[in-house]
């Protein structure tokens, strides 16, 4: 791959190891995962102000996890058109790539969190109450498992 700074998980002879942001104003959810299986977890849920996240706390998400690459949420609107939202959390996802020098992409989320909501009733958590326990973290795990069964589609911030 000539100077290409996209990691793709068909890149059969490396292991890329990836963390997921679901951008929200209020929180940032993580996931982490690698293509030496394709899976995803969740890991955490960080608070944010105003979409301002507590930029030591990514950090520390960073550094434990030591990923090659990060990938953002990119909030389209159900016809594929740009939300006002994808410009903020293409800033965020420009922000990281200043900030750690890592590839950074946008993986569609269309329904992302109703799928991590879903994930959570399956569990048995029908009376969640989502505004104290939000299920961003789940989100990021549906973003990543989303780039890893279709890395093509993921775009540039």
């Known amino acids: 791959m000539p100077d290409d700074p996209t990691v793709q998980p068909s890149d059969k002879d490396k292991i890329v190891t990836a963390l997921a942001f679901d951008y929200g104003l209020k929180s940032i959810g993580c996931a982490v995962g690698q293509t030496l ?25 960073i550094t434990r996890w030591q990923p090659t690459l990060l990938l953002v949420g990119l909030p389209l609107n159900m016809d594929g058109s740009e939300s006002e939202f ?21 993986v569609d989320e269309r329904l992302s969190s109703r799928e991590a909501k879903t994930r959570e009733v399956r569990r048995g958590a029908e009376a969640h109450n989502y505004r104290k326990n939000p299920v961003d973290d789940l989100a990021a795990q549906v973003i990543l498992e989303t780039w890893l069964a279709n890395p093509d589609y993921a775009l540039s911030p």
């Open 37 to 61: 299986t394709g899976s995803a977890s969740p890991v955490a849920v960080l608070k944010a102000r105003d979409g301002q996240p507590d930029w030591q706390a990514v950090e520390d998400v």
């Open 86 to 106: 994808c410009l903020r959390a293409r800033k965020f996802a420009r922000r990281l790539q200043g900030r750690y020098g890592l590839p950074v992409k946008m």
